[in-house]
């Protein structure tokens, strides 16, 4: 039996059923008579169809060991011939090709055994002439519509596209579509099985009944149609294209009403000839929270899910399992053949286990259903093409399967270009690859990128392995990454643009070779400056923990041998930024920070200068040391003034307002800040980067706090609402968490309390995305904070001491400070007021050693909690009360005089000095001009009114006391 027959039960062609393991043909349900060697011969000739056969090759398999004379062969084969034609209304299935054998010229199917027989009487109509209909064409409605208008306009039409993106199904759809146009003329020929193009038009002739066996071919057969209004379908051209679109440009001018569609893996470029490229099935949305309905509305998803259905899965996807099934689509490049192929695997491995198989070369052999010899698998099907290219096409497209994503010209000469091929037969090589569909162009601005679908990939690399090239073309890919991110080394740092597409899709590519430079095979002295280039853009783009990881393999490789280079200095920068952005302001990040700078004076690298110095003025405000964080600032401001830079000036008034600010200068600080960004405004200056994050957003956090804390609530917390807003729209993590952490703080001065609790949960998803440890913590913390002036303090209480120790490891002390006050305020509420008393008189005591904004709050606390613990000793907490409004009224921060009042005067009134309570509120009161409405005024404004409303507590007092509370309340 041939091997052929062994896998598939039947072959149908035209009328006709062949079950060969029961040596019968029919035609419909009844049998059609056949001596023995003349169906050995059909059999042969199926077997071996769209290839001449010899007559020697004939007589040797069905005249085995014996000597026959050629005339039984004619006899045989006339014998053949007209029992095919009595059935057949003339159609022709065998051709004589002189002077070489025979050939089986008809479309052959391979059917399951359920579908060997036929309803009697049948013809040869249009569908005997078409495979069948497909069940159910998915996301091709579009494409259909299109083709079936082009056609008609046309005539001429070559469906392209790469193996298995379903030219075929699109083919057969669109012929029964038009069939009905046609009446009885749609025809379909398989030309897949040819072997030689000189068989191209006999096959196509002896399809639509028409054969000769002497004369111009061409002519006679272009004459019989001539006249016909016929549709014909030439199914996978491109092994043969040269013949086809010789003989589809003749008919297309000899026969004005024949229309014509074919389909292959390359235009054909044929005279008359339009092209319909057929495009991927569209892919589900990248986004991480789509649902379940959403991902099945792509039509790529909907296929997988109805073959996956086929091949007995059960289950359905649920919105847990959306985002594996938009990636496997996405893996799969929304190729129906892979996603078939992929389907039939959903029960074995599941949606997780489907995605995780797709990353290697196994998905290059698994099974489909398919009987086409070039579907089986997309190795099969990749083969194919493979076979099609010529040795120069071969060597360039298995060194590109190196490059991840998508790729420039100069990327590809990179790699492919040696002693043999220059830079132009590598960018024919390209262009050729490209028109034979295995690689895909994708316009970007007045450019083009080239991209191997990731499954073409993994076939090319399987070859490039074969090859003995895979080690030196992973070098060159290495030296090209490098390369390229040394010349991209320019320009302003502080600004993060939307960065030229082409260095942007260097991402994939950059992180590969990095783990080659850095394997045992590879070279890592390469790797270590490809490492400090490529920090830059990772740095960029947020990928602050794989910036990370690089960083410090390459500088475990550095010390000692590069000690004072721009490789180091670019090392020691990303990895001291990567370092306090991921894990904590400990001093080995001070360290390396400082390390860095003194590289940047050592070669003269002043931009790096600015950036390091940026980086330590937030590394020592976040540790609180706001004295050493001016230091640095002044140092920037220096540099910034010397260079007459109008950015710089800008940055660094913003850099000194905010250290001001944490100082407790809150004049200052606004004054500094207002300039900044005024100076932003009229110069159109935006968001400006050092160290990794917008010093612009951080001006207009610092101007948020101390609009609040210098008594303009209102106007604060409106400006808080556009810091929030512009950090989301800017789409940078580090900014975002930033911008959510600090302003939030303020919205909890504020007591606004809803809209803090939305900050915060928006704050610790962020971090919690993008592995931002610190601002997890802080996030942490300011929930314990919401939680205690909420009123639940027992909660708050547990989360804040849960913190604490965090943020002291992480040395957020910025942060920590304000959590351990909360932490004593909800400590002594919970009525421990012997460890209250210890822990905010540790603050306060650290707080008056070194300058910070906090300390008028953190003495009104310290009065409140003195004032707990021993309720008879008023005097020692009026006197915390009337240091926390010296304080604040020394800071100009009115914001705290406010809560200092307040707290005073609620003591006063206790101890019946209900005069001297009225007057400092209405002093503290007269200072504000907006924000009546906001809690804290409110809260005063009601006990105002409270006052006034009972009068003078108890008796008069002595007129000089009451002289000498008037004066101190004045100053």
């Not at 599941?350 to 196994?362: D, I, P, S």
């Not at 000469?413 to 220059?422: F, G, K």
């Not at 990040?589 to 003025?617: F, M, P």
């Not at 400092?920 to 005024?937: I, Y």
Request: hydrophobic letters at 45%.
């Amino acid at each position: 039996m041939p091997k052929e027959f062994s896998q598939f039960e039947v072959l149908g062609f035209g009328p006709y059923r062949l079950i060969p393991s029961k040596r019968l043909l029919l035609v419909g349900q009844d049998p059609v008579e056949l001596g023995s060697r003349a169906f050995d011969i059909l059999a042969l000739l199926l077997e071996r169809r769209g290839e001449v056969v010899s007559r020697p090759e004939i007589l040797d398999r069905v005249w085995p060991d014996l000597t026959v004379d050629e005339a039984n062969l004619r006899v045989q084969m006339s014998d053949l011939r007209r029992a095919l034609k009595s059935k057949d209304d003339g159609a022709s299935y065998i051709m004589n090709v002189q002077g070489r054998g025979y050939v089986f010229v008809a479309p052959v199917q391979t059917l399951p055994s359920s579908e060997a027989g036929v309803a009697k009487g049948t013809s040869v109509s249009t569908r005997s002439r078409l495979p069948r209909r497909p069940h159910q064409v998915i996301g091709r409605q579009e494409a259909t519509d299109a083709l079936v208008v082009q056609t008609l306009a046309c005539r001429f039409v070559t469906i392209v596209g790469p193996g298995g993106i379903g030219k075929t199904t699109l083919a057969i759809e669109l012929a029964h579509r038009l069939a009905s146009g046609f009446g009885d003329e749609v025809w379909y020929v398989d030309l897949g099985a040819l072997k030689a193009s000189d068989l191209v038009l006999p096959t196509i002739a002896g399809a639509l009944g028409y054969t000769v066996h002497t004369g111009d071919l061409m002519t006679a057969f272009a004459s019989f149609v001539a006249d016909r209004r016929l549709l014909l379908i030439l199914d996978c051209c491109e092994h043969v294209i040269d013949a086809v679109a010789h003989v589809a440009a003749r008919l297309f001018q000899r026969a004005p009403n024949l229309h014509l569609v074919a389909t292959s893996r390359e235009v054909l470029r044929a005279d008359g000839e339009t092209v319909y490229f057929i495009e991927p099935l569209d892919l589900p949305n990248e986004r991480d929270d789509l649902t379940a309905s959403e991902v099945l509305r792509a039509p790529s998803a909907a296929l997988l899910m109805a073959r996956a259905t086929a091949s007995g899965y059960v289950g359905s996807v649920d919105d847990a399992d959306a985002p594996a099934v938009a990636e496997i689509c996405r893996r799969l490049d929304g190729n129906p053949l892979a996603i078939e192929l992929a389907a039939s695997r959903l029960i074995t491995y599941g949606f997780k286990g489907l995605l995780e198989g797709l990353r290697g070369r196994g998905v290059l052999h698994w099974p489909g259903r398919r009987h086409e010899s070039r579907h089986r698998t997309l190795e099969a099907t990749l083969d194919w093409s493979f076979r099609l290219l010529s040795d120069v096409e071969r060597r360039v497209f298995v060194r590109l399967s190196i490059l991840i994503g998508p790729f420039t010209m100069q990327a590809a000469q990179a790699l492919a270009v040696d002693s043999i091929d220059d830079d132009w037969i590598v960018a024919r090589a390209v262009e050729e690859l490209t028109d034979k569909s295995l690689i895909a162009v994708t316009p970007v601005d007045d450019a083009h990128l080239y991209r191997m679908p990731d499954i073409t990939r993994f076939y090319a690399e399987m070859n490039l392995a074969q090859s003995g090239e895979r080690q030196e073309v992973l070098r060159r890919h290495a030296e090209f990454c490098t390369d390229t991110l040394r010349r991209a080394d320019v320009g302003p740092r502080h600004v993060i643009e939307q960065m030229d597409l082409r260095r942007d899709l260097h991402v994939g590519n950059v992180r590969a070779a990095l783990e080659w430079c850095f394997s045992g095979l590879g070279d890592g002295q390469l790797g270590v400056s490809l490492a400090a280039f490529a920090s830059r853009m990772l740095l960029d783009r947020s990928m602050l923990r794989e910036c990370l990881r690089w960083c410090e393999i390459a500088a475990a490789q550095i010390d000692g041998r590069e000690p004072s280079s721009i490789t180091a200095l670019r090392l020691y920068e990303s990895l001291s930024l990567c370092r306090m952005y991921l894990m904590a302001n400990d001093d080995e990040v001070g360290a390396t920070i400082r390390r860095a700078l003194e590289l940047a004076v050592a070669l003269g690298e002043r931009e790096s200068e600015l950036h390091l110095l940026a980086g330590l003025n937030l590394f020592l405000t976040r540790r609180a040391d706001y004295v050493g964080a001016l230091r640095a600032a002044e140092r920037f401001a220096e540099l910034a003034q010397a260079s007459q830079n109008s950015v710089e000036i800008a940055a660094s008034e913003w850099m000194l307002g905010a250290t001001h600010n944490v100082i407790g200068h809150q004049q200052v600080a606004l004054e500094l800040i207002a300039r900044g960004l005024a100076r932003a405004e009229a110069l159109g200056i935006g968001k400006t980067y050092y160290f990794g994050f917008d010093n612009k957003g951080r001006g207009t956090i610092g101007r948020v706090w101390t609009l609040w804390l210098c008594g303009l609530p209102e106007t604060a917390l409106r400006r808080a609402a556009e810091v929030l807003d512009a950090s989301t729209a800017q789409n940078h993590p580090v900014s975002t968490c930033i911008a959510y952490l600090y302003t939030t703080i303020v919205v909890l001065w504020a007591r606004d309390l809803d809209w803090a609790e939305r900050l915060i949960e928006t704050l610790i998803d962020v971090a919690n995305k993008h592995r931002l440890k610190p601002y997890r913590t802080g996030g942490m913390a300011l929930k314990g904070e919401l939680l205690v002036a909420r009123g639940q303090t027992e909660a708050g209480v547990a989360m804040l001491k849960g913190v604490l120790e965090p943020l002291r490891a992480e040395q957020l002390t910025i942060i920590r400070t304000p959590a351990m006050r909360a932490y004593a305020e909800g400590l002594a509420r919970m009525g421990d007021v012997v460890q209250a008393e210890s822990v905010i008189a540790d603050l306060v005591e650290q707080a008056e050693a070194s300058p910070t904004y906090l300390l008028p709050e953190l003495l009104r606390t310290q009065g409140d909690i003195m004032l707990a613990r021993r309720p008879e000793d008023r005097s020692r907490a009026e006197e915390c009360y009337r240091k926390a409004l010296g304080q604040a009224r020394t800071d100009r921060a009115l914001g705290w005089e406010l809560r200092a009042a307040l707290s005073l005067v609620q003591l006063w009134r206790q101890t019946e000095r209900a005069a001297n309570a009225a007057e400092l509120l209405q002093l503290t009161l007269s200072g504000f001009t907006e924000g009546f409405e906001t809690a804290d005024l409110a809260d005063a404004r009601q006990m105002l009114q409270s006052i006034s409303s009972t009068g003078r507590d108890g008796p008069p007092r002595n007129e000089s006391r009451a002289k000498s509370d008037r004066k101190k309340l004045a100053r």
